[in-house]
Structures are given as structure tokens and as C-alpha cells.
């Protein structure tokens, strides 16, 4: 899928993400809690998975100056932004930046490093077709003490009928679908690598936050 699905992310991010980060902050809620959560040990490796526009890349490198961090998108415009705000940040030299497909991907030929400490999606999986083998890749890529972290679109299970149909509409015009088995497949693919898993339903199903270790 990958050259088609970059076009399509290519295409979706061209003009958005001038405003991305300024409209997303309203919607794309959790975000900070699961940055708050990764609390890497000194010298811990980090990596987003669909990264976009750097945001998320640079609130952990200032919260967390004792980590290095990595991150990948398929889309280069994403990318183009991501690279900006990171100068512009100053965390060049703390964050690493690529283009890769989530739905395939090692780090080893990303990075050049063959395990990370923690592994997060953050409104990701939500737009990737092959979302299962995403998190597949993911917990391949993860230390054996290491953390997966995820945070998406839930199912707004006790929002209000209305809500749901208007947002889901909203999502699917950016290709959005938040996956109604995240929670399950997450739980399953964690327990075949041998791990545990947590699920948590934010803002009354809105979002959805996943953890395996
Ligand atoms: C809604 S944005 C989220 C960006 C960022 N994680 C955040 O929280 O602000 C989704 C991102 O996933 C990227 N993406 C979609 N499919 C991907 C794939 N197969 N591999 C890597 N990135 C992908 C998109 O290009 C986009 O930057």
C-alpha cells in the first residue's frame, strides 16, 4: 500500500498541516497524558510512529531531557513541518526524523537501532488501513522491558448518539475510522508477544488509550 497511501496522506497534509497543530489541539485529546506516561529512564530510546507535524516529538524531548527520540511518517509533507518546527525548537540533534510506513517498518533499517524503549501512536492507527500491522511492528520493535503506547479515536460509546454519527461523518472526510477493535486486537496481539495490556476510555469514549508492556 505504501506509495498510494503516502499520496493520500501527501494529499490530505498539503495545506493542513499549516494549521494542524493550531486546529488539532482542540480535538486530538490525550496526547499529553500519554507523553506523561512514556517516563523513560536516562538514555531510553523513543519512538512515534506516524509522527506528523513533530508536535508530540517535541513536547517529550522537553519534558524528558534525558532521552533520545525517533520518529517517522509516510507523508514528506508531514515531514517538511515536522523538520521545521524541530529547528525551530532547537532539539535537532535530540530527535531523529524519516520517512516510513508503519505498516512495515524496522528500526534497524530506519535508525540504525534495532529496539526502542517505548513505541507510540498517537492518532494514528485511526488512519492507517493496516492498523494491525502497525502495532504487529511495533511490539516487534520494542525492548524487552520496553513500553507500546497508544492513543486514538475511541467509539464516543457514552457520548450521545448525535455526537457520534456527526463526528464519525467529520473523521471519514480525512480518512479517518476509528477501529472499533482496537481495544481487543491491541489486547491480542500484547498477549501473543508475551505481554500485558491496559485499556482506558477517555472523555466518555472520545478517545481510547492503550498500553502493553
Ligand atoms: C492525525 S495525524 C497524527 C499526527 C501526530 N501523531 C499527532 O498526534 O499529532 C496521523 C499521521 O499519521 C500519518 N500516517 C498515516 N498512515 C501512515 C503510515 N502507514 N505510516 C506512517 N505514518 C502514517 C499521517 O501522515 C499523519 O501524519
Same mark, same amino acid.
Given at each position: 500500500m505504501?506509495?498510494n497511501h503516502?499520496?493520500?496522506?501527501?494529499g490530505?497534509?498539503?495545506?493542513q498541516?499549516?494549521?494542524y @497543530?493550531?486546529t488539532?489541539?482542540?480535538?486530538?485529546?490525550g496526547r @499529553?497524558?500519554?507523553?506523561?506516561d512514556?517516563?523513560?529512564?536516562?538514555?531510553?530510546?523513543i519512538?512515534?510512529?506516524g509522527?506528523?507535524?513533530?508536535r508530540?516529538?517535541i513536547?517529550?524531548a522537553r519534558?524528558?531531557?534525558?532521552?533520545k527520540?525517533? %520518529?517517522?511518517?509516510?507523508?514528506e509533507?508531514m515531514?517538511i513541518t515536522?523538520?521545521k518546527n524541530?529547528?525551530?525548537?532547537?532539539?535537532?540533534?535530540r530527535?531523529?526524523?524519516v520517512?516510513?510506513?508503519?505498516s512495515?517498518?524496522?528500526?534497524q533499517?530506519?535508525? %540504525?537501532?534495532?529496539?526502542? @524503549?517505548?513505541?507510540?501512536? &498517537?492518532?494514528?492507527l485511526?488512519?492507517?488501513?493496516?492498523w494491525?500491522?502497525a502495532?504487529?511492528?511495533?511490539?516487534?520493535?520494542l525492548?524487552?522491558e520496553g513500553s507500546?503506547?497508544?492513543?486514538?479515536? %475511541?467509539?464516543?460509546?457514552d457520548?450521545?448518539?448525535f455526537?457520534k454519527?456527526?463526528l464519525?461523518q467529520?473523521?471519514?472526510a480525512?480518512?479517518?475510522?476509528p477501529?472499533?477493535?482496537?481495544?481487543?486486537?491491541?489486547?491480542e496481539?500484547?498477549?501473543?508477544?508475551?505481554?500485558?495490556h &491496559?485499556?482506558?476510555p477517555?472523555?466518555? %469514549?472520545y478517545?481510547w488509550?492503550?498500553?502493553a508492556?
Open positions: 505504501s506509495s503516502a499520496s493520500l496522506m501527501d490530505v497534509y498539503k495545506s498541516r499549516h494549521i @497543530d493550531f488539532r489541539k482542540y480535538y486530538l485529546l @499529553d497524558q500519554l507523553i506523561f512514556l517516563k523513560p529512564d536516562y538514555g531510553q530510546t519512538l512515534e510512529v509522527c506528523g507535524t513533530g508530540n516529538l513536547q517529550a519534558l524528558y531531557p534525558w532521552a527520540f525517533y %520518529g517517522f511518517d509516510i507523508s509533507e515531514l515536522a523538520r524541530i529547528e525551530k525548537a532547537r532539539l535537532s540533534d530527535i531523529i526524523l520517512q516510513g510506513d508503519a512495515n517498518f524496522s528500526c533499517d530506519l535508525f %540504525g537501532i534495532e529496539k526502542m @524503549d517505548r513505541v507510540f501512536y &498517537s492518532y494514528t485511526s488512519m492507517i488501513p493496516p494491525q500491522d502495532i504487529e511492528q511495533g511490539l516487534k520493535a525492548e524487552k507500546l503506547h497508544i492513543i486514538d479515536f %475511541g467509539q464516543q460509546e457520548l450521545p448518539s455526537f454519527t456527526i464519525k467529520w473523521l471519514k480525512f480518512h479517518v475510522v477501529r472499533a477493535d482496537l481495544a481487543i486486537k491491541t489486547a496481539q500484547a498477549e501473543k508477544a508475551g505481554r500485558r &491496559s485499556f482506558k477517555l472523555y466518555k %469514549g478517545s488509550g492503550l498500553k508492556w
